[in-house]
């Protein structure tokens, strides 16, 4: 199945952040990646500070937070340590209305990364792919995580979940946390060190290069 996702967050139009309260319809669940990520050797990353819940300490933000590292280790990824410099930056926002992405068909993340290694400054033209544009809405509603090189500060992965309308209290909690697990469905990528950990749930679904079959 072709995925169609937005690729950089300069691709949203301008929209509001939910104050603080997301009640759930049914999500769509998809994403997009860049053909320069170099998706074999990411291994560890940080937050990204900045505005509304990825930088205040509201107890959605945090619940968001905890989330996307529970995602993230289970698939083989640290959190960086002291100074030194992660490999992947992650951001995330929630938005509310509907909204403009311009996103593109691509092929799955997995059977990319497979098949064909980043693409840099020095890829010969006739090797490298072609983005197909998709214009697309978004319903009311909208968590994106996005993962960024922090070597070339440019996002190489988007992930939403659009429709998503989060409550108050404990059911918003639970909406976040499935977006959350959902989204990451559409980055089935594990780090080399999941697979010599000997993970039983990677020796069992895994490729030898950090893929999914």
Same mark, same amino acid.
């Given at each position: ?19 603080g ?12 990646y ?14 990204i ?39 992947l ?14 996103? %593109?068909n ?40 996005t ?18 309308t ?23 990528? %594990?780090?080399?060190?999941y %697979? ?14 950090g893929?999914?079959?």
């Amino acid at each position: 199945m072709k995925l169609t996702l937005t690729f950089w967050l300069g691709c949203l139009l301008a929209v509001g952040l939910l104050p603080g309260c997301i009640a759930a319809r049914e999500a769509r669940v998809e994403s997009d990646y860049s053909y320069g990520g170099r998706f074999r050797r990411y291994r560890s990353y940080s937050f990204i500070t900045g505005t509304g819940l990825a930088a205040d300490s509201s107890h959605l933000g945090d619940v968001l937070r905890d989330a996307i590292r529970q995602r993230l280790r289970a698939q083989g990824y640290r959190p960086a340590r002291g100074n030194n410099r992660p490999d992947l930056l992650v951001s995330f926002r929630v938005f509310e209305g509907d909204m403009h992405f311009h996103g %593109f068909n691509q092929e799955e993340l997995t059977t990319w990364v497979k098949n064909n290694d980043a693409e840099d400054d020095e890829t010969p033209d006739d090797q490298r792919h072609t983005y197909q544009p998709v214009r697309l809405l978004l319903a009311e509603g909208t968590l994106l995580v996005t993962l960024i090189d922090a070597r070339t500060n440019r996002a190489v992965w988007n992930g939403y979940a659009s429709g998503v309308t989060v409550p108050e209290g404990l059911r918003g909690q639970v909406v976040l946390v499935r977006s959350v697990r959902s989204i990451f469905d559409r980055y089935r990528i %594990f780090t080399e060190n999941y %697979f010599q950990g000997g993970n039983v749930e990677g020796s069992a679904g895994g490729g030898a290069d950090g893929t999914e079959p």
